[in-house]
């Protein structure tokens, strides 16, 4: 089954640090613009804590300098190191990923998220 698999959230007090980790299984042959997004109780889900698209990566303002997002590509992961965290950093942060599987000789390409990881941060 092809899915990605979120580990690493939890609970932290302000300032605290956290690694969330997302790894994509199945019969996965490649992963495309890996990215963090988050939603925070009462709001939507936020347009990318951290994105990487064509070798790039793109942060939210907020999390500029305390956010680094990391893939390894053979591995098929990506990881999002959160430093200097914030009571306003709370969410559910849900990793995404375009996945390329195969099944027989046809490729599929398809948009996927993970379960979702809570981050709770208490100042």
Known sequence: QVQLVESGGGSVQAGGSLRLSCAASGSISSMYDPGWYRQAPGKQRELGAAIAAGGSTTYEDSVKG????????????????????????????????????????????????GQGTQVTVSS
């Open 66 to 113: 305390r956010f680094t997002l990391s893939r390894d590509n053979a591995k098929k992961t990506v990881s999002l190191e959160m430093n200097m965290l914030k009571p306003e950093d709370t969410a559910v942060y849900y990793c995404n990923a375009h996945l390329a599987y195969n099944s027989g000789p046809v490729q599929y390409t398809g948009d996927y998220w």
